[in-house]
């Protein structure tokens, strides 16, 4: 159990500037504690290129987030707290804080997240309503991202449960002092009353068109399966389909007429392999096989995700592995795995060599296990 002090040192790391959810956890593996890892942190930034020092957040800025929690009743639950969801804790980009209002609880439950597009039909919104109903009598957690449209219908499908049974999850791309869509503050209010609303950036976050696409790995990651009610092409909740698989969650998809622009998403999903569903029974027959495969055993520790520890290497053999990754990737996103096995490098060298140019500000990390050069 961290004590006060260490888990506001686990939000001073969290909160500096340039450490993703990634570095966070590689950094937590190199020095152990978040208190360790901040006294290296501009060491690992001056070897990745960088010339000034990196911002570290300071105890005011954690102390005002704490206030802010009092003053909004949230609870503020880090990655290394016992109580963390486990199936989100198996992910490799964990967030490292949780902002939450409502009954936590509902994440050690099983969970089903159902997505789709904002402009939803009337039939894809009274589908989502129904199958989330459905499935929350069956004790199933319906998550969701709160957006327009089918999300909204989940949520509402799932409020309208027998009490004690199933719930609803809303994962927002804002802070939780902060309501989007406006025309949601109703259902927002409701959820924090009988749900769980959770968000992953602090008070005060500006808010940023790049936040919702990376809150959708939350809502995958707590979620035994997705399930994609209606989506273009190009929507975020492909986005949220292309991460559950890579979590390895089941994919389902409901179809739709092939004229319909928002059938082309499900539709597509089918064709690659989505489970194609009608009625809430073709999900639960699948989750069902899953428990009886037991596939989703849940982890008892936080380092249940493989980061490599920091090994023994010397400054020149850093210096030419850094060389060799940083002329290695481009502007378009490579993922780690093929950089490994391109550059031949060892992945504790790789993984070292990543977050010197993380803090650097020279990379960015995508979804997927995936990064690209920054170009001043």
């Avoid at 292309?242 to 999903?269: H, T, Y």
């Avoid at 392999?273 to 055993?297: K, M, P």
């Avoid at 920091?310 to 592995?321: G, I």
């Amino acid at each position: 159990m961290l004590s006060e002090q260490q888990k506001k040192e686990w939000m001073q790391l969290a909160f500096s500037e340039n450490v993703g959810p990634i570095t966070f956890h590689n950094l937590l593996s190199f020095f152990c504690t978040p208190k360790e890892a901040l006294a290296h942190i501009n060491e690992f930034a001056r070897r990745g290129g960088r010339t000034r020092e990196i911002k570290i957040a300071d105890e005011r800025l954690v102390d005002e987030q704490l206030k802010m929690a009092l003053e909004f009743n949230t609870q503020i639950v880090v990655s290394g707290d016992k109580n963390y969801p486990k199936l989100l804790k198996k992910t490799t980009d964990m967030p490292p804080v949780l902002f939450v209002r409502g009954h936590f609880v509902l994440t050690q439950k099983s969970a089903i997240a159902l997505v789709g597009t904002r402009n939803a039909s009337l039939n894809g919104r009274s589908f989502a309503r129904h199958l989330a109903l459905d499935l929350a009598q069956h004790d199933y957690v319906i998550v969701s991202g709160m957006a327009k449209g089918i999300d909204t219908a989940a949520h509402e499908g799932a409020l309208g449960a027998d009490i004690g049974m199933g719930g609803t999850i809303a994962i927002v791309g804002t802070p939780l002092n902060e309501v989007y869509p406006a025309e949601n503050e109703g259902l927002f209010k409701e959820i924090c009353n009988r749900g769980c609303v959770i968000s992953e950036l602090p008070f005060g976050s500006p808010t940023s068109p790049q936040n919702f696409p990376r809150r959708n790995r939350i809502i995958s990651g707590l979620s035994k399966g997705v399930c994609v009610i209606e989506a273009q092409a190009k929507s975020g909740s492909l986005i949220t389909a292309r991460l559950a698989k890579e979590q390895d969650r089941l994919l389902f998809a409901v179809p739709g007429f092939p004229l319909d622009a928002r059938s082309e998403g499900p539709n597509r999903l089918i064709k690659q392999g989505a489970y194609l569903i009608e009625n809430a029974n073709d999900v639960l027959h699948e989750l069902e096989d899953l428990t009886n495969q037991h596939r989703f055993s849940e982890p008892d520790i936080l380092d249940n995700i493989i980061i490599p520890s920091y090994p023994s290497v010397t400054d020149n053999e850093l210096d030419k592995a850094r060389t060799i990754i940083v002329d290695s990737l481009s502007s378009q996103p490579t993922g780690i795995d093929e950089l490994i096995r391109g550059t031949e490098l060892t992945s504790q060298i790789v993984n070292i060599i990543l977050v010197e140019l993380e803090l650097a500000g020279r990379i960015e990390r995508h979804p997927g296990g995936r990064v690209s050069l920054l170009f001043s």
